[in-house]
Each structure stands twice: as C-alpha cells, then as structure tokens.
C-alpha cells in the first residue's frame, strides 16, 4: 500500500492519491486541515494521525476508510458515503455528517461532542465507547447493535432507530428519546438519568431492569417502594 507521511497535502494532491497506481493510499501524520475537498473518491484510504481539522469533504467517497487517531473536528462529511467507514479514537467534536450513507460504519472511542448527523441514511451504525455529548443524531438508525459504554448525554436521538440495540454502560441523562422506536432495546446497563412522565412514555417497549423501573415509577410518581 502506498503511503504519505508527515506532509502538508493540497486539495489537489488528495484529489489525485488515487488516481496513479488504482491502490488504496495509507496517509500517516498528514495534515489537510481546512482544505476543500467535495466530491472526491478516497474509498479504501488509510488515514493515521492525521488532522483534518475544518477540511470540507461534501459529497465524498470514503467507503471502507479508516480513520485511526488524529484530529477532525469541525470536518464536513454531508452527503459522504461512508459505507463501512470505521473510525478509532478520532476527534470529531462538531464535525458535520448530515445526510451521510452510514450502512456499518463504525466509531470506536471517538470524541463525537456537538456533532451532527441529520438526515442520516443506511442501515445502521455503531457506536462504541464513544462521547456523544450533545451531538444531534435525529432519525439516527442505532438498530440491532451493542453500542457499549457510549455517552448520550443531552444528545438529540429523537425520532432514532434503537430497535433491539444493546445500550450495555451507556449514559442517555437528559438525552431527548421523543418520537425513538426502543421496541426490544436492552437499556438494563444504562444510565437514564432522572425519569419524567413524558421520559417514561419515550421508553415505551424498552426492556428495563427491575431496579430502573422501581426508580422510574418513584421519579413519576413521588411513591415510595419497599420490598
């Protein structure tokens, strides 16, 4: 696999990384921060360490990438494929992914604070240890996977698909689960935080532990349960 390392690469030079020899390229420690990058085919790249801090990357191609370390905060990922894209222990504070195809992408201990993900297509994501404080992930399809010890706190899961998803360790205090399909959801090794009337109807057809449902009764109703 051919690889770059330790340069400052221009739009230009992304553009072309694959266009030589037809292989995947490996960039290690490169930095395209805040280049303009829309609508260029980096599927099967490698990308180690790198900063893409601010790069717009609209409309891109980066089926089976990988993101391994580095720092991409504020990168603007909207309308990319992302099919199988797996991303580990990056930086995406703030970084933008509306309207994204997300089909098996996967992040791994990822810094996910204020991101946005509206509009989202596919057929499912995972997250995994994972801080995706505040990130607004509406519509987001979480469906039929083990998203173990992400953060969710305050982010806006409204209207997402949770259907069967294991929620081993995560956190979901005050995230905003109105309108979310939780039919089958495993939610017994979750956080969730402080339990309202309108919270309790969002959790309709999650499954509980005995202990979250005592609690959630005690926070709607102010009742006192003794066993």
């Given amino acids: 696999m051919p690889q770059l390392t330790d340069q400052r690469l221009s739009s230009h030079e992304v553009d072309t990384l694959t266009a030589g020899s ?27 360490d790198c900063t893409l801090d601010g790069a717009d990357l609209t409309g891109s191609r980066l089926s089976s990438a990988t993101l391994r370390g580095g720092s991409a905060t504020g990168v603007r990922l909207e309308r990319c494929d992302l099919t199988d894209a797996r991303f580990d222990q990056v930086d995406l504070s703030s970084a933008v992914l509306s309207g994204a195809l997300l089909t098996d992408a996967q992040f791994h201990g990822c810094r996910m604070t204020g991101l946005v993900a509206e509009a989202t297509r596919g057929l499912g994501v995972l997250l995994r240890g994972c801080n995706a404080y505040s990130a607004e992930l509406p519509g987001l399809v979480l469906a039929r996977r083990e998203h173990t010890g992400t953060r969710f706190t305050e982010a806006n899961l409204a209207g997402a698909d ?7 360790g995560c956190v979901l205090l005050h995230a905003d689960l109105t309108g979310a399909n939780l039919d089958g ?11 309202t009337r309108e919270r309790l109807d969002a959790l309709a057809g999650a499954i509980l532990s005995s202990g979250q449902a005592i609690a959630a009764l005690q926070d709607v109703s102010g009742a006192v349960v003794i066993d």
Avoid: I, K, N, Y
């Fill in 22 to 48: 037809g292989e995947p390229v490996e960039l290690v420690r490169c930095d395209l921060s805040e280049l303009r990058l829309r609508d260029v085919d980096l599927d099967d790249v490698s990308f180690t």
């Fill in 162 to 168: 949770l259907r069967e998803a294991v929620l081993d």
């Fill in 185 to 195: 959801a495993d939610l017994r090794g979750a956080d969730l935080g402080p339990c």
